[in-house]
């Protein structure tokens, strides 16, 4: 196969000592490259994956080092043949080259297990939207992931420079993103930042946590109106772990309202967390042209904002 792109990462000091198929595999999934610790270890056997600062041939078994570069080429895919569903969303912008969707609460993004059918991905099949296979067999184009119960903005890939262009904006954290929480609680300060690193959560590997050799994770967020028990809030993401707004505010006593996962239930009327997308700006990478969508809240978070301002 030939090579399509290479990408390249960079050990932080809280990450060194781990495998290297390991922790690859999770800088992959940041981006949204489907690849396995299987695929890896097959790419590393390959010579596809090297480390910069040495001309020794890696393992799959070698642990990293704080502030080594490894460089991995992506062998060349093949595209990707998935069934259409009509799926209800709205396309807010579309070209040659990518598509920016509102994604409604409740709808997973691409098929995984549990959810074969149904997805985003489905819907824009189904609306003959031809995605980069670049992302992998079960997420073509997809470049960033929102949760299936948060609302709002993504972009997904049609061509393989976009999704190169896109990924790396997301990588180097120029891709400009937004969000609308409500949490719970009084907070003291009207702006903040939650510097902690987020991994997976070691006694419950369905969650995600603020761990020891987590990746490094940074929330910004600032209040715009605070009320008896809640506060609504615009949280900006420099990085973008999974679960990463929803773990950063549990971490500092103010989950989400609704999460199931990190925050008390049966709180404010509302499926799933209190959380929206409701900006997203980056730079076309085909044009060059500097792009910004804004999405309304969804029906269901405005009327928890008219009942808080009301009643709260």
């Not at 969707?101 to 997973?108: D, H, I, Q, S, Y």
Request: glycine share 8%; hydrophobic share 40%; proline share 5%.
């Amino acid at each position: 196969m030939t090579e399509v792109y290479r990408l390249q990462f960079t050990v932080d000091e809280d990450e060194e000592g781990q495998r290297l198929d390991r922790w690859l595999a999770d800088c992959l999934l940041e981006l949204q490259v489907d690849a396995s610790r299987t695929q890896l270890q097959e790419w590393i056997k390959r010579g596809l994956i090297a480390r910069v600062d040495s001309t020794k041939a890696v393992k799959s078994s070698d642990l990293v080092v704080a502030t080594s570069t490894y460089i991995v080429q992506i062998p060349e895919l093949q595209p990707v043949e998935l069934a259409g569903d009509e799926v209800a969303f709205d396309i807010v912008y579309e070209d040659d080259s990518l598509v920016v969707v509102n994604k409604p609460r409740g709808l997973v993004v691409h098929p995984a297990a549990g959810h074969a059918r149904g997805t985003l991905v489905n819907g824009l099949v189904h609306r003959g939207t031809l995605l980069c296979p670049l992302g992998g067999e079960m997420r073509p184009g997809v470049v960033h992931r929102i949760d299936k119960d948060t609302s709002g903005l993504l972009v997904l890939a049609k061509t393989e420079m976009a999704y190169r262009g896109l990924t790396e904006q997301l990588r180097t954290h120029a891709m400009e993103r937004e969000y609308t929480a409500i949490v719970h609680g009084t907070l003291e300060h009207s702006l903040g930042t939650v510097d902690a690193p987020v991994g997976r959560d070691p006694k419950n590997r369905q969650r995600m946590a603020v761990v020891a050799g987590g990746k490094h994770a940074v929330t910004h967020f600032r209040v715009d109106r605070q009320y008896a028990r809640y506060a609504r809030l615009t949280c900006q993401l420099e990085t973008g772990r999974t679960h990463q707004i929803r773990v950063h505010m549990a971490y500092i006593d103010h989950p989400l309202a609704g999460d199931p996962l990190y925050g008390p239930r049966h709180t404010l009327p509302i499926i799933g967390q209190a959380l929206h997308a409701g900006l997203l700006g980056f730079v076309h990478p085909q044009t060059g042209a500097h792009l910004k969508f804004e999405a309304p809240l969804p029906t269901d978070m405005e009327q928890l904002v008219e009942w808080l301002e009301r009643d709260g």
